[in-house]
T-cell receptor, first 110, second 110 residues
Framework: DGGITQSPKYLFRKEGQNVTLSCEQN?????MYWYRQDPGQGLRLIYY???????QKGDIAEGYSVSREKKESFPLTVTSAQKNPTAFYLC?????????FGPGTRLTVL | QKEVEQNSGPLSVPEGAIASLNCTYS??????FFWYRQYSGKSPELIMS????GDKEDGRFTAQLNKASQYVSLLIRDSQPSDSATYLC??????????FGTGTKLQVIP
């Protein structure tokens, strides 16, 4: 089955730790995205990538980093510089303008 | 001014009724519009895309777009309890960026 997978489903981080969220797609989509969703707020774009080895900052990139070494994979690292990382993180991919989402990772800071 | 405005709800409709969800946007350059459905605790699912003025129907769903009024709506006919979810309006204005509203919560009462 084609789709987007994210892991882990739930992630707990201690203060000062970096954590990496995985996103993989087998849809052969060129573009991939990371969003953050907080209660009562819309999805906010963290980073996006249109092709391998290239990515751009979104609206809230501070405290996050990404890589795009393979077309299928777009991992997100939440660094210790991100002061309020507790949120629902969503990965998406697109071919054209329609974006399709993975199941999400819920990150909680302990 | 927010880029995408949606009434947060909840919008309550009885089972079998028509649910009408509305969205306004501020970017006159917006070219493509989307409706996503998001169940509690889950990721958004694309249910409708509309690109030109007028109506687009898909099963029980009808999307309506009026670019002159900067208005897009979603009608759900014969509403079912399984339609209870938050509905996100979104638009693509270029540069690979999709802007999302905060969503309207729909409750279908059996």
């Amino acid at each position: 089955d084609g789709g987007i997978t994210q892991s882990p489903k739930y992630l707990f981080r201690k203060e000062g730790q970096n954590v990496t969220l995985s996103c993989e797609q087998n849809l052969n989509h060129d573009a991939m995205y990371w969003y953050r969703q907080d209660p009562g707020q819309g999805l906010r774009l963290i980073y996006y990538s249109q092709i391998v080895n290239d990515f751009q900052k979104g609206d809230i990139a501070e405290g996050y980093s990404v890589s795009r070494e393979k077309k299928e994979s777009f991992p997100l690292t939440v660094t210790s510089a991100q002061k309020n990382p507790t949120a629902f993180y969503l990965c998406a991919s697109s071919i054209g303008v329609e974006q399709f989402f993975g199941p999400g990772t819920r990150l909680t800071v302990l | 001014q927010k880029e995408v405005e949606q009434n947060s709800g909840p919008l309550s409709v009885p089972e079998g009724a028509i649910a009408s969800l509305n969205c306004t946007y501020s970017d006159r350059g917006s070219q493509s519009f989307f409706w996503y459905r998001q169940y509690s605790g889950k990721s958004p699912e694309l249910i409708m895309s509309i690109y030109s003025n007028g109506d687009k129907e898909d099963g029980r769903f009808t999307a309506q777009l009026n670019k002159a009024s900067q208005y897009v709506s979603l009608l759900i006919r014969d509403s079912q309890p399984s339609d209870s979810a938050t509905y996100l309006c979104a638009f693509w204005g270029g540069y690979q960026k999709v802007t999302f509203g905060t969503g309207t919560k729909l409750q279908v009462i059996p």
